[in-house]
C-alpha cells in the first residue's frame, strides 16, 4: 500500500482491497458487516505505523492521499 501511494500519490480503497486479495491472499482482507470486501485490520494498523501523519483519509471518496498543506489536524479528512 505505501509503495503504490508513494506511486500514484493516491490509493483507493476499493482498488487496494482487491489487489491485497490477488497479490497476498484471503488473510488479508475481511467482508465487513455491510458484506463488502474490506482491508484487514493489521494491515491497516501496519500502513498506519508505516504512514505516520504523512498521509490522509478522503472519507468522502474513500481514499488515502498524501497530506497537504492545507489539510487539517488528524488522519481523516471531510
Known amino acids: 500500500m505505501v509503495a503504490e501511494l508513494d506511486r500514484?500519490?493516491?490509493?483507493?480503497?476499493?482498488?487496494?482491497?482487491?489487489?491485497?486479495?490477488?497479490?497476498?491472499?484471503d488473510r488479508f482482507v475481511y467482508d465487513n458487516a455491510?458484506?463488502?470486501l474490506a482491508i484487514g485490520?493489521?494491515?491497516?494498523?501496519?500502513?498506519r505505523k508505516l504512514t505516520g501523519d504523512s498521509v490522509?483519509?478522503?472519507r468522502g471518496s474513500r481514499t488515502w492521499r498524501?497530506?497537504?498543506?492545507?489539510d487539517t489536524a488528524g488522519r481523516q479528512q471531510d
Do not use: P, T
Request: zero cysteines; glycine letters at 6%.
Open 8 to 25: 500514484v500519490h493516491w490509493l483507493d480503497q476499493e482498488s487496494a482491497v482487491w489487489s491485497i486479495k490477488q497479490q497476498f491472499g
Open 66 to 70: 498524501k497530506r497537504a498543506d492545507y
Open 41 to 47: 485490520k493489521d494491515v491497516l494498523k501496519a500502513f
Open 34 to 36: 455491510n458484506g463488502n
Open 56 to 58: 490522509v483519509w478522503e
